[in-house]
């Protein structure tokens, strides 16, 4: 960070925020620039103009979400780090953290919040990642902990757990109804490259076919898309 030490009254944390969904990027924001120490520096809805825009805007903190239109904010995440080594990064989704928190934070970010968390937690994950500490839910937190101290693997709780970072943003584009050479260009990937990975998929998920594959894509992606809409309402009347 580049802000003077001796005027702590006069830092100004930069933050910058990719999210998809105008609306969004707007309460966020609103509710950063409320705080003394916080100010946002820059926006952007998808990986291609985060990926451009985020170096010019010198900050200190990038907020990302998951789910970038087509793209997935894990490989934001991954491309950021290798220019930018020592950014922080702070996830804030809508999608279950037991699937996605730990492959956030195994590729780099700092900390991993849900979006229906009450604001005054989301500002209190922000300040602890600009204070070099990761953040996690208690519930994570403890999850990883027992994983940590664990002699014996703990089981995947779903076969989608096992597939690699890669594989899942295929999965996901597979439920979207992409096609391999669509796939293959939209990653800047070759298509030879998009058939391994739908191998290993359908290997890993223990699929019969490339049909039983589109399948549990769709089904998959239509279960995701109700389980994030549905999941503020169900916690609340927990």
């Known amino acids: 960070m580049t802000h ?45 103009s985060a990926l451009q825009a985020i170096p010019a805007c010198d900050c200190d903190l990038v907020l990302v979400d998951l789910s970038l239109g087509s793209d997935i904010g894990i490989r934001l995440i991954e491309d950021l780090l290798l220019d930018h080594t020592d950014l922080k990064i702070l996830v804030l989704s809508m999608h279950d953290e037991a699937l996605y928190a730990e492959r956030c934070l195994k590729a780099g970010a700092k900390g991993y919040i849900m979006k229906q968390e009450p604001p005054e937690l989301v500002i209190l994950a922000l300040k602890k990642v600009l204070n070099g500490e990761i953040y996690v839910s208690a519930k994570l937190s403890a999850r990883l902990l027992q994983k940590l101290a664990s002699k014996q693997s703990v089981p995947y709780s779903s076969p989608i757990e096992q597939l690699s970072n890669r594989e899942l943003e295929v999965f996901q584009l597979i439920g979207k109804g992409f096609k391999t050479r669509k796939i293959a260009e939209h990653l800047n990937l070759s298509v030879k490259t998009i058939e391994t990975y739908i191998e290993h998929i359908k290997r890993k998920m223990n699929l019969e076919d490339s049909r039983d594959l589109i399948l549990h894509a769709v089904q998959w992606g239509i279960n995701e898309q109700y389980q994030t809409t549905q999941r503020p309402d169900s916690r609340e009347n927990k």
């Open 4 to 48: 003077a030490k001796n005027h702590p009254e006069k830092i100004k944390y930069k933050i910058f925020i990719v999210d998809d969904h105008p609306i969004v990027r707007q309460g966020v924001a609103q509710l950063i620039n409320q705080e003394a120490i916080l100010t946002v520096c820059g926006e952007a809805s998808d990986v291609a």
